[in-house]
């Protein structure tokens, strides 16, 4: 028999006899991908194993209650559950639509037309009290925020606990959140304040916004007075931190993630899911293009074919060698160049180093006389990123060069034309959530077109690192339905051609 009983809005306890124990650790019990590069994996101080449930405590994440209930279904064991284990909102989703509705929420002086499936994530968190929104980039995760704070606000008005914290990965994003709420009509200045480097860590207003960077060290106390926790693009936070914070949130009853992407792993899921709730995917990337609500996304591959003797010198080297040599390739990083500057409209370059990449690919364009060209990296601090945003937002031939950590996730440019990955891996969530820079629509953009620049450096059936991770993009662009053609460029043919327009870039491809 298993019987599940609430310890506080962190855990439920699972009492079942040792046989049942033994079993739900094994379910819950899953291999961290690339464990076996961890340090802590090489010193042998860990077995690269990540375990929900506690055999010796018998405690689980309250998120994972679900589960709980399946593997008691599944393996027939009679089971019991106490009374406030759940907790369910019997409110309506008609007052729930009136109620967002009567916020009249703007942007730039406009009414926000709410879309079905933002009602239907703001009712879902509502109805459930927790939730995991999977929504993609650019689908207004913004506004679905803010309708939840604005409604757990009077929920919470006479309770002792009546603040709502806001956790965002980036100080960017938090300046952006708190633009947003402004630009939506509330009066940010006396509801809400900011959380980061260089303000003050004692909550003071009813609506703290922070990245979860100021705060995972924070002692208990400190989050003793939240009742309500929102975390925007989840997926971003490192687990243990996100489990430091969410841990210490113990009489914090109303929990809401938000991320436009998962992983695709088990382990990453089921963490977050057992700090926030089951994941609610209420729409996707295809379906909003398809109603004209994400820009039309339109995908180039642009695959680099290598000289016999570039592939010779790559042929037994290692992935860190091969990356080297690539984002140092003069040939290389002039043709980055020369795309970027014969792109027509705004343009986000995104690079992965900063010295031996970044750099150098602002020095070639930075002098360029029809472009405003910006460089974006982690040493540029909060309000010099924003400042350029700003003015990309009213520019039609700017050229961003940006750190995938500065650029890549949460940062909202309108007026986005084209999106040019001047390196790229395989990871699926920072790929995706890059690709949503390019998916807001403008006053004047219904389309965007993505660059992915790869390299061919194989010999025979032997594909080289980077090949291969390309290969793995593809996929992602099968999965999400995106439209994308390939094609291949020699490279050796850019190699004099400093200024060469890239025009005719489809004529050199087969």
């Not at 009492?15 to 042998?44: C, H, M, N, W």
């Not at 350029?388 to 007026?415: C, L, P, Q, W």
Request: aromatic share 12%.
């Amino acid at each position: 028999m298993i019987v599940v009983s609430k310890v506080n809005d962190v855990y439920i306890h699972v009492d079942a006899d040792r046989g049942i124990q033994a079993e739900l650790s094994d379910f819950f019990t899953f291999q961290v991908p690339g464990y076996q590069f961890t340090p802590q994996y090489r010193s042998r101080v860990w077995d690269g194993k990540i375990r929900l449930y506690s055999y010796a405590t018998g405690k689980i994440f309250a998120g994972l209650l679900p589960y709980i209930r399946q593997f008691a279904k599944d393996k027939n064991i009679e089971y019991f559950e106490a009374k406030d284990v759940e907790s369910i909102n019997n409110i309506k989703k008609e007052e729930v639509i009136k109620f967002v509705d009567s916020l009249k929420p703007q942007s730039r002086g406009k009414p926000l037309e709410i879309r079905d499936y933002q009602y239907e994530a703001i009712y879902s968190s509502i109805k459930y009290n927790r939730n995991m929104i999977l929504s993609p980039t650019a689908s207004g995760k913004s506004l679905i925020i803010y309708s939840l704070i604005r409604f757990y606000r009077l929920l919470l008005k006479k309770e002792k606990n009546n603040k709502i914290l806001i956790i965002v990965p980036t100080t960017s994003l938090v300046e952006q959140m708190y633009s947003d709420f402004k630009d939506y009509g509330w009066n940010v200045t006396n509801y809400c304040q900011k959380i980061y480097q260089g303000f003050t860590k004692e909550a003071k207003k009813e609506v703290v916004i922070s990245t979860w960077q100021s705060i995972y060290k924070m002692p208990k106390s400190f989050f003793k007075d939240f009742g309500c926790v929102l975390g925007d693009e989840a997926h971003l936070f490192k687990a243990k931190s996100l489990m430091s914070i969410m841990t210490k949130l113990e009489q914090c009853k109303f929990r809401t993630g938000l991320t436009g992407t998962l992983d695709g792993t088990k382990t990453h899921k089921l963490v977050l899911e057992g700090l926030f709730g089951v994941v609610n995917k209420v729409t996707s990337t295809k379906t909003l293009m398809d109603k004209k609500q994400l820009a039309k996304l339109s995908v180039k591959c642009l695959v680099l074919k290598h000289t016999q003797q570039s592939r010779e010198y790559i042929k037994n080297k290692s992935y860190q060698e091969e990356v080297d040599y690539l984002v140092r390739n003069e040939t290389r990083n002039n043709f980055v160049k020369n795309l970027c500057l014969d792109l027509q409209g705004n343009t986000l370059c995104l690079f992965q180093f900063v010295e031996k990449h970044g750099e150098v690919l602002y020095n070639l364009l930075k002098d360029s006389p029809n472009k405003k060209v910006f460089f974006i990296h982690g040493g540029v601090e909060t309000d010099e990123r924003e400042r350029v945003r700003g003015i990309v937002e009213k520019s039609d031939n700017a050229i961003i060069i940006a750190s995938y950590g500065t650029f890549s996730t949460g940062v909202n440019i309108r007026n986005l034309h084209n999106l040019v990955f001047a390196f790229s891996g395989k990871s699926r969530i920072r790929h995706l959530q890059s690709i949503g820079r390019s998916l807001r629509l403008g006053d004047n953009k219904t389309d965007a077109t993505m660059y992915d620049i790869t390299d061919d450096l194989s010999i025979g059936e032997n594909k080289n690192y980077t090949l291969q991770h390309f290969l793995e993009r593809i996929n992602i662009y099968n999965e999400e339905q995106f439209d994308y053609e390939i094609h291949n460029v020699e490279l050796k043919k850019w190699q004099h051609q400093q200024n060469h327009h890239m025009f005719l870039l489809v004529r050199l491809s087969s």
